[in-house]
């Protein structure tokens, strides 16, 4: 069964996406601006070597995953 931390990443995780889209959307930041701000995520996270630093390459491989799937952004 799910932890706490489980649920809090997925809420934060669907509330980001939901933000990135209507920022597209309504034309406040364009695709490239948005792809952009995931790739700086995916980076900070890649490149942590700290104590969680697995866990960070997972969670830079998953930002990698939505910038590929283009979950992102809407797309005609």
Do not use: F, Y
């Amino acid at each position: 069964m799910p932890d706490q931390k489980d649920h809090a990443g997925m809420a934060a995780l669907s509330i980001c996406e939901a933000l990135l889209l209507a920022m597209n959307d309504r034309k406040l930041l364009p695709e490239q601006e948005i792809i952009g701000v995931l790739r700086d995520a995916a980076a900070t996270h890649e490149n942590d070597t700290g104590p969680d630093a697995e866990m960070r390459r997972a969670v830079a491989a998953l930002i990698n995953h939505i910038i590929a799937g283009g979950n992102s952004v809407r797309r005609p």
